[in-house]
């Protein structure tokens, strides 16, 4: 069974641009989670959808959405990019909740 | 927040010791989890332990669990190289629907 894949692998923006970032869950999975990881704050959580919806948000700004497809493929946009958007972006994938989460080995976002 | 707080933040051992890491979180769970992430990778999920269990073995892992004093353990028996890597611990909130929260991990170096 593959794995989750995350595209690019590596990106570089400048401020003020916007990046769009993708994440193809395991096979069968329906719970797709955004995380931002940083040396000094660590992982944080972004949001998590199910079937399409959004059901939970975690504390960043509106710059950052994202959305799930019918294939429960998922993509989250960041806009306005700020240097403190630099960051690892992970995206998970699990059968629901209190299950264990698959991540995939992230985007390298680096602002200039 | 509910964040589990991993503890030492790092960790060097000979290999063939055992590495003893600590995780504390603030509320009641339902499960706790750890996972290891190698550098540059994504997090790879090691063992979930419910709020029921005090013990689990997995392999050359034991984690522990205490709930009354909100803390669980993760020890690594017989350490080999390939187990250098960031292991973190990750709660839910202890009702439905909510997401994990990691803590910022332990940075485990096995020396040859």
């Known amino acids: 069974k593959a794995g989750v894949t995350q595209t690019p692998r590596y990106l570089i923006k400048t401020r003020g641009q916007q990046v769009t970032l993708s994440c193809s869950p395991i096979?069968?999975?329906?719970?797709v989670s955004w995380y931002q990881q940083t040396p000094g704050q660590g992982l944080q959580f972004l949001f998590e959808?199910?079937?399409?919806?959004?059901?939970n948000k975690g504390n960043f700004p509106g710059r950052f959405s994202g959305r799930q497809f019918s294939n429960s493929r998922s993509e989250m946009n960041v806009s306005t990019l700020e240097l403190g958007d630099s960051a690892l972006y992970l995206c998970?994938?699990?059968?629901?909740?209190?299950?264990?989460?698959?991540f995939g080995d992230g985007t390298r976002l680096s602002i200039l | 927040s509910q964040q589990g707080e991993e503890d030492p933040q790092a960790l060097s051992i000979q290999e063939g010791e055992n590495a003893t890491m600590n995780c504390s979180y603030k509320?009641?769970?339902?499960?706790l989890q750890w996972y290891r992430q190698n550098s540059g990778r994504g997090l790879v999920h090691l063992i979930l332990?419910?709020?029921?269990?005090r013990e689990k073995h997995s392999g050359r892992l034991r984690v522990t669990l205490d709930t009354s004093k909100k803390s669980s353990s993760l020890l690594i028996t017989a350490s080999r190289a390939a187990d250098t890597a960031s292991y973190f611990c990750?709660?839910?909130?202890?009702?439905?629907?909510?997401?994990?929260?990691f803590g910022k991990g332990t940075r485990l170096s096995v020396i040859a």
């Open positions: 096979s069968g999975h329906r719970s």
């Open positions: 959808y199910f079937s399409e919806t959004q059901r």
């Open positions: 332990i419910r709020s029921n269990e």
């Open positions: 509320t009641s769970i339902n499960n």
């Open positions: 998970a994938s699990s059968l629901g909740e209190f299950k264990p989460q698959h």
């Open positions: 990750a709660t839910d909130a202890g009702s439905g629907n909510t997401p994990l929260v």
